[in-house]
């Protein structure tokens, strides 16, 4: 291929590529993404209801305005038990900023017997949500515990942390984030 | 014992995908390896530079990471050397590992365009390897779709992007393949860059997720586009006719 040629292709490329930007923009991309719903980071955090240990019934869009920090757990996963201090010592430090913590027990593949005496020893004043019918860990479609889902002020998921013990370090910073 | 156990299960815990990005790795490497010689180079060398870019990357991305973060590491230095994948910044690894391979390149005086010649195909093999585990973990989605072909993910019927990208990946890794060493050195290189960036710039079209401009325009096409400009002006300088052969021919 000639020189000239050549250059009048690579030209013509980098036009079309440029011309394509422009007619794929989308100035409502990002609200579009954001109005979805799914478990995953960007899209809305489905929304649920459930009763905790104390019997309050929480329903997760109705803490609009507040971030949230969504733990699911059960109280035979050592990593779950190793970061519950680390989520109960965030709680108390950032709920006057407008966090709230939601430690949601995996109750169907768990001792619903053994959850208060676990929540006594670890000192967690933190709310204790019962998923009783496995119906968030299906929505939120649990693969492992511990799941962590860190959700902003606008009911956004901004991450998604599954496995752990999460360091005290990663809390914090995600907290940060979902806080704004 | 239970620490032990934890420590072990932290390991194999999820995310579970990025195992595809290191199988993808260990497969490019051994593919580079075996082309390393048409290009001059020992094989020894590559796996030097691979080996040097990744431990760069890991310390890079973690340590960068801390250092943007370290009022919260200085309450909580624990989390220096916690397993958890998440305490890492990507660019800044990246940036670390090109550093040290760079830093490698200059030291062994090995010539960069054969080096990047014959990392190609490492690189192109991560590119399909990255597209796999964003299918394998449903990141990188894409928009909503009824096309025939849509899979149903995050609730919705979408465009398979990350089947698009592996798909135009795979075919990137076979154009770079088909280059010939005997081509001027980079070409390889250059080819598989202006492919990446050119299905790019299309393919993220397709994407639900990504960086939006004020304008609506995607910043990651944005960049892919650039990408595509140096990959191009790149293979039209290979293109030209080496300065000697013109001489020779007067």
């Not at chain 2, 032990?4 to 595809?20: C, E, I, K, S, W």
């Not at chain 2, 290009?39 to 310390?59: R, V």
């Amino acid at each position: 291929m000639q020189p000239t040629e050549r250059r009048t292709l690579f030209g013509l490329i980098l036009v079309v590529g440029l011309a394509w930007i422009g007619l794929s923009a989308d100035p409502a991309g990002h609200a579009a993404v954001a109005n979805a719903t799914a478990p995953q980071v960007g899209l809305r955090a489905p929304d649920f209801v459930l009763s905790s240990l104390d019997g309050n019934r929480i329903r997760l869009s109705e803490l609009g305005g507040k971030a949230v920090v969504l733990n699911l757990w059960a109280t035979w996963c050592p990593p779950c038990r190793a970061e519950m201090p680390a989520l109960e010592k965030a709680y108390r430090e950032f709920a006057a900023d407008g966090l709230v913590v939601l430690a949601v027990n995996a109750t169907t593949q768990d001792d619903i017997a053994a959850v208060q005496p676990f929540a006594e020893e670890l000192g967690l004043t933190m709310p204790i949500l019962l998923d009783a019918q496995g119906l968030v860990s299906k929505t939120y479609q649990l693969r492992s515990l511990p799941s962590t889902f860190f959700i902003d002020r606008t009911g956004a998921i901004r991450e998604v942390v599954i496995g752990g013990p999460m360091s005290e370090a990663l809390l914090r910073i995600r907290i940060g984030a979902i806080l704004g | 014992m239970d620490e032990v156990l934890g420590a072990l299960q932290a390991l194999l815990a999820p995310p579970r995908h990025m195992l595809l990005i290191l199988a993808a790795g260990w497969l490019g490497l051994h593919l580079a390896d075996r082309r390393a010689g048409q290009y001059g180079l020992a094989s020894q060398e590559l796996d030097n530079i691979a080996g040097a870019g990744m431990l760069a990357f890991i310390l890079g991305g973690r340590m960068g990471y801390v250092l943007i973060h370290a009022a919260v590491f200085i309450q909580a230095p624990a989390g220096i050397v916690s397993l958890n994948p998440g305490l890492f910044s990507p660019l800044l690894g990246g940036a670390a590992a090109l550093a040290a391979s760079a830093a490698y390149v200059w030291q062994r005086r090995l010539a960069l365009t054969r080096v990047l010649d014959a990392l190609t195909p490492l690189l192109a093999i991560l590119a399909i390897g990255a597209g796999l585990s964003n299918l394998a973990s449903g990141a990188a989605f894409g928009k909503p779709s009824d096309v025939p072909w849509s899979i149903t993910l995050w609730g919705a019927q979408r465009h398979p992007s990350q089947s698009y990208e592996t798909l135009a990946a795979t075919l990137t890794m076979l154009a770079a393949w088909r280059t010939s060493a005997a081509e001027r050195s980079g070409t390889a290189f250059a080819i598989f860059a202006a492919w990446t960036a050119g299905w790019n710039i299309f393919l993220r079209a397709f994407r639900a997720e990504g960086t939006w401009l004020p304008n609506g325009t995607r910043l990651d096409q944005v960049a892919a586009w650039l990408a595509l400009f140096v990959a191009l002006v790149m293979l039209d300088l290979l293109s030209e006719e080496p300065a000697e052969i013109k001489t020779a021919r007067h």
